[in-house]
């Protein structure tokens, strides 16, 4: 599985942007898929990850309330709709997949996709 983010951005504090991951590989619908961010000088973080059906969710309780994640297994694409952004969410936000879900959130996943960098401004 190759997975490419995009639809980062910079946008104000308050915005809203939506990051698209895209696979390639006809078994992505077996995948569990998260979303990870790195900011400068700090460690990478889960931010949400979502079930290979996309019936279950889990968020990182900074972004909970505002970050939604979802996926269309037609279009082999897992989206993060981001609203309320604040300036500390501003980081290269990055895709993986993984047989389970529970390996998404801990980090453990067997497939990265490069990062899209989103910038929120104060």
């Known amino acids: 599985v190759q997975l490419r983010a995009s639809g980062g951005g910079l946008v104000q504090a308050g915005g809203s942007l939506r990051l698209s991951c895209a696979a390639s590989?006809?078994?992505?619908?077996?995948?569990?898929t998260g979303w990870f961010r790195q900011a400068p000088g700090k460690e990478r973080e889960f931010v949400a990850a979502?079930?290979?059906?996309?019936?279950?969710?889990y968020y990182a309780d900074s972004v909970k309330g505002r970050f939604t994640i979802s996926r269309d297994n037609a279009k082999n694409t897992v989206y993060l709709q981001m609203n309320n952004l604040k300036p500390e969410d501003t980081a290269v936000y990055s895709c993986?997949?993984?047989?389970?879900?529970?390996?998404?959130?801990?980090?453990?996943?067997?497939?990265w996709g490069q990062g899209t960098l989103v910038t929120v401004s104060s």
């Open positions: 979502i079930s290979w059906g996309g019936g279950t969710t």
């Open positions: 590989g006809r078994t992505f619908n077996t995948y569990a």
């Open positions: 993986a997949a993984a047989g389970l879900t529970s390996t998404v959130v801990a980090g453990k996943c067997h497939y």
